[in-house]
């Protein structure tokens, strides 16, 4: 059974960046036919998809975020990270990592496992 | 590529038939998930490619459509299925995109 589990500092200063780790389990980052996700869910609001990796550290972000965000993956470890840079308070919400499976095109066709989720609280 | 979901809440009694609507703004061919919400907790993916059930889901739940307009339905609403439901576009390449959610209430 696959597990991911999010960790990271649920505390982070205006203008600071926004470092969170993703740890797989129950499966290898490394071996292949998926991309790895991150999403994030502003409190009481819907869900934003920041950006997603595969095993050779290719990355495809929102291009709303794209100027801030860093995707990266460290697969001797089995785990996959984000950075988010010059955070404002805006940028407080759930912070979701998730193993999203693709098709024979490379399309993502949906996203089954997910972490419990961790929230980062932007405030000075 | 913009989701619209209706209703945005919806109140129903369980046992009753319910269907949520997610329209594109643009054609997504097949490459929309629906997933289920409840507070507190990560999304659970239901439904993917528009009509498979994911593995394990129960079958009242069921989804139809392609293009720009999709719906979900329940066919007998049970007390667990109180809950919050997106659907979601993977078709936007490279981005991925969300509705704003239904949230389903007990009436």
């Known amino acids: 059974q696959v597990q991911l589990q999010e960790s990271g500092p649920g505390l982070v200063k205006p203008s600071q960046t926004l470092s969170l780790t993703c740890t797989v389990s129950?499966?290898?980052?490394?071996?292949?036919?998926?991309?790895w996700s991150w999403i994030r869910q502003h409190p009481g609001k819907g869900l934003e998809w920041i950006g997603y990796i595969y095993y050779s550290g290719s990355t495809y972000y929102n291009p709303s975020l794209k100027s801030r965000v860093t995707i990266s993956v460290d697969t001797s470890k089995n785990q996959f990270s984000l950075k988010l840079s010059s955070v404002t308070a805006a940028d407080t919400a759930v912070y979701y990592c998730?193993?999203?499976?693709?098709?024979?095109?490379?399309?993502?066709?949906?996203?089954?496992?997910w972490g419990q989720g961790t929230l980062v609280t932007v405030s000075s | 590529i913009q989701l619209t979901q209706s209703p945005s809440s919806l109140s129903a009694s369980v046992g009753d038939r319910v269907t949520i609507t997610c329209r594109a703004s643009q054609g997504i061919s097949s490459y929309l998930a629906w997933y289920q919400q409840k507070p507190g907790k990560a999304p659970k993916l239901l439904i993917y490619?528009?009509?498979t059930l994911q593995s394990g889901v129960p079958s009242r739940f069921s989804g139809s459509g392609s293009g720009t307009d999709f719906t979900l339905t329940i066919s007998s609403l049970q007390p667990e299925d109180f809950a919050t439901y997106y659907c979601?576009?993977?078709?936007?390449?490279?981005?991925?995109?969300f509705g704003q959610g239904t949230r389903l209430e007990i009436k």
């Open positions: 979601q576009q993977l078709n936007s390449y490279p981005s991925i995109t």
């Open positions: 998730a193993r999203d499976v693709y098709d024979s095109s490379g399309y993502s066709l949906y996203f089954d496992y």
């Open positions: 129950g499966g290898s980052i490394s071996s292949g036919g998926y991309y």
């Open positions: 490619a528009a009509s």
